[in-house]
């Protein structure tokens, strides 16, 4: 198939199909871990060479994997990509393969208490962490130096939705010969172009939008053909970091509802947080589709949506915060997002718990932030949900 003439949810139904002999319609599950050789000389050539339509070992690659691969790589518009088992495998690998002990890595504070976590871990190999304001592009400048090997930031930061400007970074970044790393899971492959605006690598946990049904685990990378396989693959495949074909499979089958879904949900935010701005329950509303949220056209520039995601803050601290998540009935508390299930989290006290008070405090997570992520239910049902729990 011809990708080039495509839009994105012609290429999220279609791309990286790969058919067997049988000329199956759906997707084909390769459960398998390897592969039979006719003979040891061509076991031998398989393991000097691996082939375009070759697999050794389901650690290294697999046939429904490489189904899901080429389908991101086609969506995000990158020449390939690796498919892991989680989005934390994916950030791990990509920052892990890409540096050594002196390396120099500067990210954005507002990140996933994990994507934080695998920072800490790269200090104690002898990489040196600058951790900056990500909205701050003097922060950037000062801190990018020759030598800097990768600048890492979430497009927009997940809890408190701040917007990092793609473009802007990625220029001062390039000017140091710095790579670009973005996981970009609240922007989704729908609104992202990431790769157009400068990124050279770009991260997905699938395990949210992607699959979108909550049912597993997954995650991406996706870069230039040289960086996904002479730098990310080795790293990922020798150190277990592969997905299940089953999991390629879900995800396979998200992809060709998920332009609709993410659209439906973005709207639904946009619906939701427009009726809740100024309620006076809330002494503060986060969503990037709205004017006063102080990155807002930059939002509108890099994606054209404010996404799926809106943060509420309720006036009166954790005990009115967790008074809300009781009284809900449709909205569920768990802590996934990007689920057909519209989902609260309290962030100060789950996902990013393991942070100091202070810590919380500087990425804008005060003890009455509740993460609300829309799902596909009806927006009045939501509205009406949110409502009575608002109400004293
Ligand atoms: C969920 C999430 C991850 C981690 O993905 P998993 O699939 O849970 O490992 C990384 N970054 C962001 C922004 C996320 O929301």
Redesign the pocket.
Known sequence: MNNRNLHKRSLAVHAGTRRSQYGEMAEAMFMTQGFVYETAEQAEARFEQVGDDEFIYARYGNPTNRMFEDRIAALEGTEDAFATA????A?NGALMAICQSGSHVVAARAL?G??LYVLDIMQRYGVEVTLVDGTDLDQWRAAVREGTTAVFF?SVS?PALEVVDITAVAEIAHAHGALVIV?N??ATPVFSRAVEQGADVVIY?T??HIDGAGRG???IICGTRQFVREVAEPYLKHTGGAISPFHSWMMLTGLTTMDLRVRAMSDTAHAIAKDLSGHGALSRLIYPGLPDHPQHELAMQQMGSGGTMVALEVAGGKDAAFAMLNRLNLVLISNN?GDAKSIVTHPATTTHQRLSEGDRARLGISPGMIRLSVGLEDADDLIADLRQALER
């Open positions: 989680s989005g934390m495998a950030v996933f994990s994507n979430e997940n996981d899971v609240f946990s395990t949210k685990l997954g995650g997002l």
